[in-house]
């Protein structure tokens, strides 16, 4: 696996190349882990950071789906939103995902800190959602809020049926 790869790494950053090794390891069958873990210490010794921080991203969304849009990663790094809503509930206390590292933070953030861990899930209505986990969620009012949710689903009445899900880093085991 890392003969084969590193010669790849070679500080081209476009997304085709970055989204064609990763089709390569995926089609070669390699272990998802050991994908991760060699591309975890490529991160030190490598000087193309950028590319192999881009490959990374892609391989543990693979591993760990829960998408966020861009502009949230800011909030979740800085602790300010703690917590996701969705229609559905879409993991359990405990389970883990990935939240990409932005550019930004490459030089602060470790990838197993861009590990995050489920730690409570409830379902309830927008309404009450919204008044009591506001905060949680990044917002300073539970209007902000909804307003916020509104837009992504432009569907959601008050009385809609919502599941948050509260997260914190990943504390655990690195051996997922």
């Known amino acids: 696996m890392t003969e084969a790869l590193a010669p790849r790494i070679d500080g081209d950053y476009s997304e085709s190349k970055i989204n064609r ?97 489920i730690t409570g899930v409830e379902t309830g209505t927008v309404e009450n959602v919204c008044n009591l986990h506001h905060d949680k969620e990044g917002y300073n009012t539970s209007l902000q809020m909804a307003f916020g949710l509104k837009c992504i689903y432009p569907d959601l009445g008050p009385y809609s049926r919502i599941t948050i899900h509260f997260f914190q880093v990943y504390k655990g085991d690195r051996k997922l």
Do not use: C, Q
């Open 21 to 117: 090794i990763v089709r390569e390891i995926r089609a070669d069958s390699v272990d998802i882990n050991d994908a991760i873990g060699w591309m975890e210490e490529e991160m030190h010794t490598t000087p193309y950071r950028g590319v192999t921080s881009a490959i990374l991203d892609k391989l543990y969304a693979i591993k760990y789906p829960l998408k966020f849009s861009p502009e949230y990663y800011g909030p979740i790094y800085s602790g300010l939103k703690t917590a996701t809503s969705r229609r559905s509930k879409k993991l359990d206390v405990g389970d883990i995902f990935y939240v990409p590292v932005p550019p930004y933070e490459y030089n602060r953030i470790r990838y197993v800190e861009s590990l995050w861990e």
